[in-house]
């Protein structure tokens, strides 16, 4: 009797597989349900019958997340395999090419002619890649990340905030405008980010260690705003170095503000993320390595 020829050999249901997948994807119960258009308690069924079948636990409950198991990483590897060529079977038969979706995240600065380039070339070299874009707050990026809805993010973060696959300085810069600075006004005016968002505690921190009064003239959520602000005299600002134009001028010790490098860049992407993924981070980390090195030089 050969091994197929068995009786009772174990078959992995593909439902089940998919629910593991999404769960350990979305490190939460509630997200993978909502996405799968199911409830909890059934996808929660469905990992208690799929760890019945394997002999294993594959998912270990944390209070905040859930993460699998070694024997749950096992399984992972082996599923998104299973599901992927269902999925191209499936496609096979209708006579199309099965479709890859890669979530991406980064933010407003990085969406550059060298970044579309890069995302071109990827393309390119995987035509079944469909690429999902999404462009914004680093803390809106990293929220989304959290709960499941992007697969891989650059986001920008208080240096060693939280774990990354690869994280580099970011180059920070007090910026005036050239045409109508605002530096010596009382109160000194601020263009910020939305309350919580990044740098607006350090913007205000140092002009008061200046001894000076200020008042916040412009706030925006958007990076264009803060640097067409800052450029038409609203005030002044923080941001990364890479955002300054020429309608900028840069501010510094002379005028009593000192170097902020408490920022960093991380790139983000989970354990489990599918090989696409993890090869479009690696040439992310290659463009901005490039980038570094010829600022640098």
């Known amino acids: 009797m050969t091994a197929s020829e068995k009786p ?5 249901d593909l439902d089940l597989l998919r629910a593991m ?31 019945e079948m394997a002999g294993h636990p594959l998912l270990v409950r ?13 399984v992972l590897g082996h599923a998104r395999q299973l599901l992927a060529l269902n999925d191209q079977l499936l496609e096979a038969l ?17 969406v550059s002619e060298a970044t579309s380039q890069l995302l071109g070339a990827f393309n390119r070299d995987h035509p079944q890649v469909k ?11 990293a929220n989304a990340y959290d709960h499941g809805e992007l697969d891989l993010v650059l986001v ?6 939280r774990a990354a696959v690869r994280c580099w300085p970011e180059t920070m810069a007090w910026i005036d405008s050239a ?56 005030g002044i600002s923080l941001l990364p170095a890479r955002a300054l134009s020429r309608e900028h001028t840069v501010l510094g010790v002379e005028q009593g503000l000192q170097p902020i490098d408490s920022f960093e860049i991380a790139l983000l992407h989970r354990a489990t993320a599918d ?23």
């Not at 090869?279 to 992310?284: C, I, Y």
Request: glycine fraction near 8%; aromatic fraction near 4%; charge should be positive.
């Open 21 to 51: 997948v999404m769960v350990a994807d979305c490190a939460s119960f509630t997200t993978a349900a909502a996405r799968l258009h199911s409830t909890q308690s059934t996808i929660s069924q469905k990992i208690r019958r799929l760890e």
């Open 131 to 141: 690429l999902e874009v999404t462009s914004g707050l680093s803390r809106d990026l």
């Open 179 to 234: 045409r109508h600075p605002s530096i010596d006004l009382d109160p000194v005016p601020l263009v910020t980010f939305p309350p919580r968002g990044l740098y607006r505690d350090d913007i205000i921190d140092a002009v008061e260690g200046m001894g000076r009064r200020w008042r916040i003239s412009f706030t925006s959520s958007s990076l264009s705003g803060i640097q067409g602000a800052v450029a038409d005299g609203m």
């Open 156 to 161: 920008k973060q208080r240096r060693s905030s």
């Open 275 to 297: 090989p696409l993924v993890k090869t479009l981070a690696s040439r992310l980390s290659g463009l901005i390595d490039q980038e570094r090195a010829g600022a640098i030089t």
């Open 8 to 12: 009772n050999r174990t078959l992995f």
């Open 62 to 74: 944390g209070n905040r997340d859930v993460h699998p198991t070694d024997a749950g990483q096992l």
């Open 94 to 110: 209708a006579g199309t090419t099965v479709a890859v979706t890669v979530r991406l995240g980064v933010p407003e600065d990085f």
